[in-house]
């Protein structure tokens, strides 16, 4: 079984500052790990994903991550935040198996003020 | 890349109708599909996942005679909400994964309200 905890339901930061969403995720098999933002009335984008290979994952829009297995974590970080970076975030677990949906963080909320 | 619609993006309906809403992979095969329900600042829920050419598995909870799932080909998933109640109303999402890649693509979403 699979499940993800996103700590934080809302985050607020202003523009420039880092940006911190935490992810961490349950799996009785080796994970893979996304990132997912949402804005206002639209459909889901890929924001990173981890699957194997280097722990450190860079996705678009100056996002990256970091696999922690230690940790059980996937947390989400921006260097330096932009007010464009105002959406929902989720974090969502999956495996490389036949038939396994990916299973749904609740969600972050992230704040840009100016 | 891979490219996944969905049809209608919108929709609004009475109750009692049924509204059918299609999941589409446009340049892949998919031989497993999901839908996914979202309520308004809410996580996406998954509701079932299809197989081609055998019946959807729900998870726990989701009524089965109440939204049909059918996946007849290697390129489309249909849903379909039987009754509909006001309670219907919500943001339905679909996915499909690649047979190739195991990787899932995620569709436009449709918003559905039921008046």
């Not at chain 2, 109708?17 to 299609?22: D, H, N, R």
């Not at chain 2, 050419?53 to 799932?69: C, M, N, P, R, W």
């Not at chain 2, 039987?82 to 449709?110: K, M, N, V, W």
Request: glycine share 6%; hydrophobic share 35%.
């Amino acid at each position: 079984a699979q499940s993800v905890t996103q700590l934080g339901s809302h985050v607020s930061v202003s523009e420039g500052a880092l940006v911190l969403l935490r992810c961490n995720y349950s799996s009785s098999v080796p994970p893979y790990l996304f990132w997912y933002v949402q804005y206002p009335n639209q459909g889901l984008q890929l924001l990173l994903k981890y699957t194997t290979g280097a722990t450190l994952v860079k996705g678009i829009n100056g996002f990256e991550a970091e696999f922690k297995k230690s940790e059980t974590s996937f947390h989400l970080t921006k260097p330096s935040a932009h007010m464009s970076d105002a959406a929902e975030y989720f974090c969502a677990v999956g495996a490389n198996q036949a038939g396994t949906a990916l299973i749904f963080g609740k969600g972050t909320t992230l704040s840009v003020s100016s | 890349g891979a490219v996944v619609s969905q049809h209608p993006s919108r929709v609004i309906c009475k109750s009692g109708t049924s509204v059918k809403i299609e999941c589409r992979s446009l340049d892949f095969q998919a031989t497993t599909m999901f839908w996914y329900r979202q309520f308004p600042k809410k996580s996406l829920m998954l509701m079932a996942t299809s197989n081609e050419g055998s019946k959807a598995t729900y998870e726990q909870g989701v009524e089965k005679d109440k939204f049909l799932i059918n996946h007849a080909s290697l390129t489309l998933s249909t849903l379909t909400v039987t009754s509909a109640h006001p309670e219907d109303s919500s943001f339905y999402i679909c996915s499909a994964r690649s047979h190739l890649t195991y990787e899932q693509y995620f569709g436009p979403g449709t918003r559905l309200t039921v008046t």
